[in-house]
């Protein structure tokens, strides 16, 4: 049986950390940390997230500026509204929760955000930084999990990594990072052949595709440490992984639960970026 990984857990232990240095800063420096969230329209997840986000600033000291925008604000106006954070010193790092609105161009936004307060990582500054291992921001997804990995002790180098799932905000950063640890990764998709086969020989397996219980036991290495980043909502209103977790924990070494594996991870790893963004703009 596959030992859990404990999400809550190491997600506490970062925020910790990051809630000592921060405090460590604001005493012996003066430096105030600060995050401005931006919400366009009335998307219930978006709203969760947002509030989650909130409550992880002050948790760690942070100040938190919040900006709930109507459903029907343009582009335009957003982008104003960018720009203004950009500026604003109090403002160390910028989320504008995604999606957005279907009339205003995501992209458009995310190039408009100042690379050095960009905490998702998203830019493409920050994307091509990622992509020569030359990183001011981890993304936040597969930050987590690499913290999540490293809390079981699993050295990467030289191990056989399979990362399913090929987007900008998860599968391609993660096979970046897993690359820089030295694993030998490879990305499946939808198109990919020979799905099982290639997941069984994976070491380690990092699942992303946004469809539940798409891994099954069967498909898994035995010994293999499994990492499920799907939140996917059943019918009955539970939340499930893209890992069916029944059959997956008994052949995998070890494995994340969904809800409290990855999920807690994220927003304690924007902390962590929030704060190393406040101190490069202090020149610390
Ligand atoms: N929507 C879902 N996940 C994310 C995230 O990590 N960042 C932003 N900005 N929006 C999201």
Do not use: W
Not at 137 to 159: H, N, R
Request: aromatic share 4%; hydrophobic share 40%.
């Amino acid at each position: 049986m596959a030992q859990i990984i404990n999400g809550k857990e190491v997600s506490a232990s970062v925020r910790k950390a990051v809630a000592e240095e921060t405090a460590q800063l604001r005493d012996s420096r003066g430096l105030k940390v600060g995050l401005a969230v931006v919400i366009v329209g009335n998307n219930p997840a978006s709203r969760v997230y947002v509030n989650n986000k909130k409550k992880a600033c002050e948790e760690v000291g942070f100040q938190s500026f919040e900006y709930a925008l109507d459903e029907n604000t343009t582009e335009e106006q957003l982008l104003d509204l960018v720009n203004v954070l950009n500026r604003d010193v109090r403002v160390n790092g910028i989320l504008v929760q995604l999606p957005l609105p279907k009339h205003i161009n995501e992209t458009a936004i995310i190039n408009a955000i100042s690379p050095e307060k960009d905490v998702d990582a998203f830019h493409p500054v920050n994307v091509g930084k990622i992509m020569i291992g030359d990183y001011s921001f981890l993304p936040c997804t597969p930050a987590g999990v690499m913290e999540l990995i490293a809390s079981t002790g699993t050295e990467i180098s030289g191990k056989t990594c399979v990362v399913i799932g090929r987007s900008n905000i998860v599968g391609k950063p993660m096979a970046m990072l897993l690359l820089h640890k030295s694993g030998t990764v490879t990305i499946c998709h939808s198109k990919t052949q020979n799905l099982k086969e290639i997941c069984q020989r994976a070491d380690i397996l990092v699942v992303a595709v946004g469809r539940a219980n798409f891994v099954t036991g069967d498909m898994i290495k035995p010994g293999a440490v499994v990492i499920d980043v799907g939140m996917n909502r059943l019918e009955n209103g539970k939340l499930c992984g893209d890992v069916e977790f029944e059959s997956a924990e008994k052949v995998a070494s070890y494995i994340t639960p969904v809800p409290g594996g990855v999920g807690p991870m994220t927003i304690s790893m924007l902390m962590r970026n929030t704060l190393t963004a406040a101190k490069q703009q202090a020149g610390i």
